[in-house]
């Protein structure tokens, strides 16, 4: 595996994106500027979400990273971080590409909202009929 002393990738998930920078280091997580267990308080499944590409690969205690994110809520914005992370590891060395492949980190997720139809409350939920 090539030393890198930082490496980046771009991760989007519904309108979530996240910039994720990895440097070498003990393994420490901030994301916007506030340690993974912080930003996702009271949402561990997000923090194991968020950081499922380091524990595929074995690199959980190798980098640090930083990732800034923006849009959408939490469950977005912990997709968009592993996006991220998943897209940098993938950058770092062929074999950990093939794992992140196989595993389906690297896919972006197309799934997004569908939008409000005119004439009806949602996109799919129609107002009550009534024949007379």
């Given at each position: ?41 009271g ?62 980190f ?18 799919r ?8």
């Amino acid at each position: 595996m090539a030393e890198m002393t930082e490496i980046w990738g771009v991760g989007r998930r519904k309108t979530s994106i996240a910039r994720v920078t990895l440097k070498s280091g003990s393994g420490k997580v901030l994301i916007n500027r506030l340690p993974v267990g912080e930003y996702f308080s009271g949402l561990p499944t997000l923090q194991e979400l968020s950081l499922e590409p380091l524990r595929a690969t074995n690199l959980l205690n190798k980098f640090d990273i930083s990732a800034n994110v923006s849009g959408g809520g939490k469950s977005g914005q912990a997709g968009a971080v592993r996006h991220g992370i998943s897209r940098a590891l993938a950058r770092l060395d062929e074999s950990t590409r093939q794992i992140l492949r196989k595993e389906g980190f690297l896919t972006r997720d197309p799934r997004v909202v569908e939008r409000k139809k005119p004439g009806q409350p949602k996109a799919r939920k129609r107002f009550q009929f009534s024949k007379r």
